[in-house]
C-alpha cells in the first residue's frame, strides 16, 4: 500500500514509517492519521519498527490545529478516538518501536513518541506537550503516559504551562533514553532496530506485553477519561481563541 503523506520502508525485518508532510512540520490531519494507522497494520510482521518524521525540521510538529479550531464536541471526540487508536497501536505494537525524534515534538507528536518503546533524540530536538496555550489538554493519551514516564510533578509541570524543552533536559527528565548528534540519529537508530530485530521476537513480544500490564488495569481507564475531557473543551472560549489565534500568528486573549 502506499500512501501521500506516511511512508513504508523495510529492511531485514526493520520496518521504518515516516510521516511525511515536511512542508507542515508533520502535523497530524484525520488523513495523516488514517495512512499513519494503515501502516501500522501494514507493518505489524516486522521485527522491530521505527517511527520518524521526514525533513530536518521537526519529528511530528502535533495535530492539525487549523482543521482542529471549528470542530464541535461530538467531532473532537472522534478526532480524539482515531488519535487514541494510533497511539493505542504503537503501544500495543508486536514489536519494539523506536521513535527517532529528528525535531519538533509537540502536542499529538510528542503523544505518539510517549507510545513507543524506546525515544532517540537528535540534539536539536525539542519535545512539549502544548496544548494548554491552545485551551485544551493532551488529547492521544499525554496525560496519562507522560507522568507514567517522568513523574507526576515533572509532567504536570510540561503540562500546566506548556513548555518546550530541549534533548538534553529531555534526556535529564527521562522523557527520552538517548541523545545523538542530527547526523548519526539515523544511522543510531537503524543499528539499534537491527539489534532488536536480531533477537528472538516470540520473547520481545512476550516481554512489551508484560511490561505494557504494569499499568494496564489503570491506564485504559485514564485514556478514556483523557478523551472525554478532551472533547469537552471544544467550544468554549479559550479553545477557540487558542486556536484561532494560533492560526492567525497572534498571541491569544483567554479569559
Not at 510521516?19 to 501494514?42: G, H, K, Q, W, Y
Not at 495535530?63 to 464541535?72: N, T
Not at 547526523?183 to 513480544?205: I, N, R, S, W
Request: net charge negative; charged share 25%.
Amino acid at each position: 500500500m502506499t500512501w501521500e503523506t506516511v511512508d513504508l520502508d523495510r529492511n531485514e525485518g526493520v520496518a521504518t514509517i515516516t510521516i511525511d508532510r515536511p512542508d507542515a512540520l508533520n502535523a497530524m490531519n484525520v488523513e495523516t492519521l488514517d495512512a499513519l494507522s494503515e501502516a501500522l497494520d501494514e507493518a505489524r510482521d516486522a521485527r522491530a519498527l521505527v517511527l520518524t518524521g521526514a525533513g530536518d525540521d521537526a519529528f511530528v510538529a502535533g495535530a492539525d490545529i487549523g482543521y482542529m479550531a471549528e470542530l464541535s464536541v461530538a467531532e473532537a471526540q472522534a478526532y480524539a478516538e482515531l488519535g487514541h487508536r494510533v497511539t493505542d497501536t504503537i503501544e500495543t505494537f508486536p514489536a519494539p518501536v523506536i521513535a527517532a525524534v529528528n525535531g519538533y515534538a509537540f502536542g499529538g507528536g510528542c503523544e505518539l513518541a510517549l507510545a513507543a518503546d524506546l525515544r532517540v533524540a537528535a540534539e536539536s530536538a525539542v519535545l512539549g506537550q502544548t496544548e494548554i496555550d491552545l485551551g485544551i489538554v493532551p488529547g492521544w493519551g499525554g496525560t496519562q503516559r507522560l507522568s507514567r514516564l517522568i513523574g507526576d510533578e515533572s509532567a504536570r509541570r510540561l503540562i500546566f504551562l506548556g513548555e518546550r524543552i530541549d534533548a538534553a533536559e529531555a534526556r535529564e527528565i527521562g522523557l527520552v533514553s538517548e541523545v545523538v548528534a542530527d547526523d548519526a540519529l539515523d544511522d543510531h537508530v537503524a543499528d539499534m532496530a537491527a539489534e532488536l530485530a536480531a533477537k528472538p521476537a516470540h520473547a520481545l513480544q512476550a516481554a512489551k506485553e508484560s511490561l505494557n500490564q504494569v499499568h494496564e488495569s489503570h491506564l485504559s481507564a485514564g485514556l478514556t477519561y483523557e478523551r472525554r475531557l478532551w472533547s469537552g473543551l471544544f467550544g468554549t472560549h479559550d479553545q477557540r481563541e487558542g486556536m484561532t489565534a494560533f492560526v492567525e500568528d497572534r498571541e491569544p486573549d483567554f479569559e
